[in-house]
Structure formats: structure tokens, C-alpha cells
């Protein structure tokens, strides 16, 4: 069946920099990849998505890149602030049932 | 703004019981979902619903059963509970187009002694 695998499981940054989250995926018909934040104790938001057609997404210190070649996609976040410590799960979804399988997840830490 | 509402946070049942989980939304989605969250597993899809009374098995349906009977609600059955079925249970629900964005509950952490 299909599958979402995500790396790494936990990744600590320092507060300004960095943080990178990459999945890959089997399902070949998958044309949209999301990507929910999850809070201690809340439930997942939506923070970006991209399409199968398109290779790159922006929206202010968040990115998403996707290799539909290599069935690969990342999340990019740039000047981490503490407030971005959280669950991040990305998905792909393959419109069949609109069925949307999620990766196991990555927590974050950004210290401060 | 989207509501997703689950009727209970907590829940403890007892092995054996049948136990009902039950969702409504409000934005009259064709789309529901139920998942359930492990530490470690990330969320696994249970069942899902595209339109009323249809349904289709997710990746881990085994034990459960689901309802539709109404566009707006989405029931989750255990039919006997059992132990390994302790978890957080997520619902979810997005329009009828392809590939929406899910709007989630705030969950339902089931305790099965």
C-alpha cells in the first residue's frame, strides 16, 4: 500500500537557524503533499502544501520542495524562532478517495 | 472558520464494550476522516468517507467500523474494545474537490482498561 516515510524523527536547532524535514513517498498517482504543525496538545494545522505541478512553494520563512522524479519532498524552515517548536507531519495524497497518508512525524525543538 | 467537533476529549472504556466516537462538522464537507495517533507513528488513516453512507478502509481498519449516515457526522465504532486500541483518535474533514486540506478535531484520547 502506500507509504510516507519521514526523516528525521527529532532535530534540535538553534534558535536563527535552519531546520530542514524530508519525506519520500511510493504511491506514484500522489499529487499533493501537505504539510500540518502540530502543538503540544492541539490538533494539526495546515502550514503549506504543493502540488505535483509545481517544484517549489514559498510563504515567508516556510518552503517546500518537491522531486516528483524522486518521489522526494522537504520542508524548509529558515530563521527558526522558539515558537516553531512543534510536530510537523508531511502527507501525500492521491486524489483515489481523496485518501491522504501522513509520515510518522518529526519533532522539533528550536532553543533559544 | 471550519468547526470539527468530537464529542468527547477523554473516554475510558472497558475491554469488551462497544464504544462510539463521534464527529461533526459544519461546513457541509464531503470529506470525513478518522486516524488514529501514536507516538511515533505519526497519524493512521482508519477509514475515510466521500459522500453519505459511502465509506472506504484506510490503512489500519481492522477492529473498527464507521457510519455515515449524514453528511455533516461520521461515527467511528469499536465494536469490542480492546486494549491495543488505547490511542488518540483524530477526525478530519475537507471539501469534495481533489486534494483539500484537512481540517482536524481536537481529538479524543481513548483509554481502554
Known amino acids: 500500500g502506500e507509504n510516507v516515510e519521514q526523516h528525521p524523527s527529532t532535530l534540535s536547532v538553534q534558535e536563527g537557524d535552519s531546520a530542514v524535514i524530508k519525506c519520500t513517498y511510493s504511491d506514484s498517482a500522489s499529487n499533493y503533499f501537505p504539510w500540518y504543525k502540530q502543538e503540544l496538545g492541539k490538533r494539526p494545522q495546515l502550514i503549506i502544501d504543493?502540488?505535483?505541478?509545481?517544484g517549489e512553494k514559498k510563504d515567508q520563512r516556510i518552503a517546500v520542495t518537491l522531486n516528483k522524479t524522486a518521489k522526494h519532498f522537504s520542508l524548509h524552515i529558515t530563521e527558526t524562532q522558539p515558537e516553531d517548536s512543534a510536530v510537523y507531519f508531511c502527507a501525500a495524497s492521491s486524489g483515489r478517495g481523496f485518501k491522504t497518508i501522513f509520515g510518522a512525524g518529526t519533532r522539533l525543538f528550536v532553543k533559544a | 472558520d471550519v468547526k470539527v467537533t468530537q464529542s468527547s476529549r477523554y473516554l475510558v472504556k472497558r475491554t469488551g464494550e462497544k464504544v462510539f466516537l463521534e464527529c461533526v462538522q459544519d461546513?457541509?464537507?464531503?470529506?470525513m476522516f478518522w486516524y488514529r495517533q501514536d507516538p511515533g507513528l505519526g497519524l493512521r488513516l482508519i477509514y475515510f468517507s466521500y459522500d453519505v453512507k459511502m465509506k472506504e478502509k484506510g490503512d489500519i481498519p481492522e477492529g473498527y467500523s464507521v457510519s455515515r449516515e449524514k453528511k455533516e457526522r461520521f461515527s467511528l465504532i469499536l465494536e469490542s474494545a480492546s486494549t491495543n486500541q488505547t490511542s488518540m483518535y483524530l477526525c478530519?474533514?475537507?471539501?469534495?474537490?481533489?486534494?483539500?486540506?484537512?481540517?482536524f478535531g481536537s481529538g479524543t484520547q481513548l483509554s481502554v482498561l
Open positions: 461546513m457541509d464537507h464531503e470529506n
Open positions: 478530519a474533514s475537507s471539501r469534495g474537490q481533489l486534494n483539500e486540506k484537512l481540517f
Open positions: 504543493i502540488r505535483s505541478n509545481v
